[in-house]
């Protein structure tokens, strides 16, 4: 293996996460604020409100017993969202700050399943799945209402929109609308027309008829005067949401006459529009490539003239009510994420293959999101050609889809391809031009897609449809699954990667076999070639990375850490460092030359399966079974260049702390100190104030002129040095100036002052012992001195 060329660039040693895509909607209720400004929708146990302009999440309101929210709703003066829990607990916001202003107990006997406000904005109405309905006055803050008579879970209330009228409308799951008056406290009509759930109620402008859809495929009209069914229209798909439009014309939508018209969404997966007279259907959306994605919800917000409609697999889409025009697309839930790549020349998009048959399309700088629609099944891969503008993507539905992004950042279908027998599990783009796609299946093959000259010609529109792809070459390459393919920088070389726990290296454009990579104990995940050097990383499901040579497919390394199955696999740092992704929810940063993880990432939690770094190789972004996309940033010279600033300014500071204590001002000294946060700087300090001819009183005026944290960080300081019998006279002497001159109640407010204690305390006590044994020995030693009767000297012998 060649070593990294000299000079280019550091090391990598961290990353951030700068940018984190979650979901924000797994189902349930949409609803628009009147503006058209706020979404409102639910995610598990919180609320999110949507900035509709930007599709940021603005607030997320989660209620204090954190159990899943089961209904909410806003008032039509947009000032009070009502949520309701599993708990069966009601929450009332103040929204806008995100606060909670009261909580009850809902009093059902079972969750709430459906909640409305009047027109008013006073009154709220809860159905619950206990059957009961209940009205509550949110001004004055008591339940004003019960009626109970309906059966099963009641799934749907509303109020009437005329206030003076006081009637409100429920139905069950036994199919039947029932009207209630408020003033009576009584049931004033059951209206059955529908053979199963009612799934919507809505009212006209002179609030003299009411339009109830169903799963039963019709929708009946009702006179709410007579409270019988003035015309029943077969719409011939279960009908999830119908809203009555403006009784005003709109040629784009075939409303030309008066009269009512109404519009619907369903399990076809489209909207369309009827005119309530004639029964007829004089609008239909046109339909999108693609399965059919059913219609779940649907809302309008007259005054905004917006229409809100939601697919079955959490896409929220955003249409002008007058024409159906689409003007934005939100992605709420993305499952399992597969697959991510950086799209654009400059990084400016993000591609996420999700458990879905749609791809999505992120910008990162306003998070405006694309839906494309052109697979029949899952997409598994997803790979960018060098100038970033085109990418293809595979999937189960055995066929592979080329896609365009022009300058504007709209994205287009503009070549697709079939041939393979089984699920396209991984695609590789040509490295040098946009020349050819290598694909791998389960099975067993490889092929090779040349792309067509007229795909690439300036001159291309997508406007004529997607051009047909055909394979050039057909290659069984292994006996198990193919995981992972990758084109060498210079496009001669290919590399495999199967489940049968073996890696290939092939010649192109023959496809011939150069040699095995054996030494994995289990299926490899992934195969990446060095862009630098002649080497193949293989990421295999043993937990460990793999590096090999090519001339002699030798193991020149292998990287152990992932507690699992590592799914990917890149070369960042210009091939002298690896980034790997698990099934263990980590991102781990390898430096080649010394076999080392630098860091691991754990941000994830769930299986990492997709990887991608940047052209510039200043980010990467990971996505993960758990639903969330990751742009991570590379903060190593940030890191440094804080390091380097952080340690000039201890020296600064140090060098400032031995001038103050050569020129004997300790006071300035000491919060200096202090202020580094060092036991051991602060502990010299005290040491030179004791060294000083006036030590006591020095000590004393020094210590007492601090403030109050300083006092606070001093005694911490001290429960550390009296753990050490050297340093024990420092601490004991700081002690004594505290308890001799800080009153008894000052002490007692010293945050942490209790614990402190407790650690001082045990160390003290065998400090003291210590000093009681030292001085009975010294007394035993000047006792046995003062005792010692020492034998007279012999006298030396006269001279005679």
Not at 105 to 117: E, L, R, S
Not at 146 to 157: A, E
Not at 212 to 220: A, E, F, L, Q
Not at 735 to 744: C, D, F, K, N, T
Request: contains cysteine.
């Amino acid at each position: 293996m060649a070593e990294p060329v000299a000079g280019v660039g550091r090391f990598k040693a961290n990353y951030a996460v700068e940018r984190k895509i979650e979901p924000f909607y797994k189902g349930g209720k949409v609803q628009l604020d009147q503006t058209g400004q706020h979404l409102f929708c639910v995610c598990g146990t919180r609320v999110n409100i949507l900035d509709v302009a930007s599709g940021a999440v603005l607030r997320s309101l989660e209620q204090e017993d954190q159990e899943d929210i089961t209904a909410f709703d806003l008032s039509p003066d947009d000032e009070v969202l009502v949520t309701a829990s599993r708990a069966l607990l009601l929450a009332q916001w103040a929204w806008r700050e995100g606060s909670i202003t009261r909580l009850w107990k809902a009093i059902h006997t079972a969750p709430v399943a459906a909640m409305a406000f009047d027109p008013t904005s006073t009154l709220l109405a809860t159905g619950g799945c206990d059957g009961a309905v209940r009205v509550w006055d949110v001004v004055r803050h008591y339940g004003t209402h019960h009626f109970r008579g309906s059966s099963g879970v009641v799934h749907l209330v509303a109020f009437h929109p005329d206030p003076a009228r006081l009637l409100l409308f429920s139905s069950a799951v036994d199919a039947t609308i029932r009207m209630w008056s408020l003033q009576d406290q009584s049931c004033l009509a059951t209206m059955t027309a529908h053979y199963s759930a009612v799934t919507s109620l809505t009212f006209s402008a002179d609030g003299h008829s009411m339009l109830s859809s169903g799963r039963d495929k019709i929708c009946v009209v009702w006179d709410l005067r007579t409270h019988q069914a003035t015309k029943t229209v077969p719409v011939f798909e279960s009908v999830e949401a119908a809203v009555l439009l403006p009784e005003e014309p709109a040629p784009e939508l075939g409303v030309k006459s008066k009269g009512l018209h109404f519009l619907t969404a369903g399990d076809q997966g489209l909207l369309r529009v009827w005119e309530a007279a004639s029964g007829q259907c004089v609008y239909t959306q046109r339909q999108l490539p693609g399965p059919k994605q059913e219609l779940t919800r649907c809302a309008l917000a007259p005054s905004a003239g917006l229409l809100v409609s939601v697919t079955a697999d959490h896409n929220l889409l955003l249409y002008e009510a007058r024409s159906l025009q689409l003007r934005k697309q939100f992605a709420g839930y993305s499952e399992e994420v597969l697959d991510v790549r950086f799209l654009g020349p400059e990084d400016s998009h993000i591609v996420v293959a999700s458990n879905s048959p749609s791809l999505k399309v992120f910008e990162l700088q306003t998070m405006a999101c694309q839906i494309l629609h052109g697979h029949t099944d899952t997409v598994l891969a997803l790979d960018v050609f060098r100038k970033g503008r085109l990418f293809a993507s595979c999937a189960k539905d055995q066929s592979i889809c080329i896609w365009r992004m022009n300058k504007a950042g709209k994205v287009a279908c503009v070549a697709q391809g079939s041939g393979h027998t089984h699920s396209v599990g991984t695609i590789c783009c040509s490295r040098l031009k946009e020349t050819f796609l290598v694909t791998g299946s389960q099975d067993c093959t490889v092929k090779l897609w040349p792309i067509p000259e007229a795909l690439l010609s300036k001159g291309a529109s997508s406007d004529s449809g997607p051009v047909l792809l055909q394979a050039q070459a057909t290659q069984r390459c292994h006996d198990k699954d193919i995981n992972s393919v990758a084109v060498a920088p210079n496009d001669k070389l290919l590399a495999t990667g199967s489940q049968d726990r073996t890696a290939k290296l092939w010649a192109l454009p023959q496809c011939r076999l150069l040699g095995v990579f054996s030494g994995h104990r289990r299926g490899l995940w992934c195969v990446q070639f060095s862009p630098m050097d002649q080497v193949l990383a293989t990421a295999s499901a043993d937990g460990t990375v793999k590096l090999w040579a090519l001339q002699d497919f030798s193991c020149l390394k292998t990287f152990e850490g992932h507690d699992a199955s590592v799914l990917k696999v890149a070369f960042v740092s210009r091939g002298t460092q690896l980034l790997s992704s698990g099934s263990d929810g980590l991102v781990k940063l390898w430096t080649i030359k010394s076999n080392e993880c630098v860091k691991t990432l754990d941000a994830h939690e769930d299986k990492v399966w997709g990887l991608h770094c940047s052209r510039l190789d200043d980010r990467a972004l990971t996505g993960a079974s758990d639903s969330c996309v990751i742009l991570w940033k590379d903060v190593t010279e940030e890191e440094q260049a804080e390091e380097q600033a952080k340690r000039e300014e201890e020296v600064v500071k140090q060098q400032e702390l031995d001038n103050l204590l050569h020129e004997r001002r300790y006071l300035r000294a000491l919060g200096l100190a202090i202020s580094l946060d060092r036991p051991h700087t602060v502990l010299t300090v005290i040491q030179a104030i004791r060294r000083d001819p006036e030590a006591c009183e020095k000590l004393g005026a020094t210590v007492l002129q601090l403030r109050r944290d300083q006092k606070e960080a001093l005694l911490r300081f001290c429960v550390t040095w009296n753990t050490n019998s050297r340093h024990c006279h420092e601490a004991q002497a700081v002690l004594g100036v505290l308890l001799r001159h800080e009153a008894p109640e000052e002490l007692l407010a010293y945050q942490g002052l209790q614990t402190s204690l407790e650690a001082l305390l045990p160390y003290t006590e065998r400090h003291f012992q210590r000093l009681s044994r030292t001085l009975q020995a010294a007394t035993f030693l000047d006792f046995l001195w003062h005792n010692m009767k020492l034998p007279p000297l012999p006298v030396a012998p006269s001279a005679l």
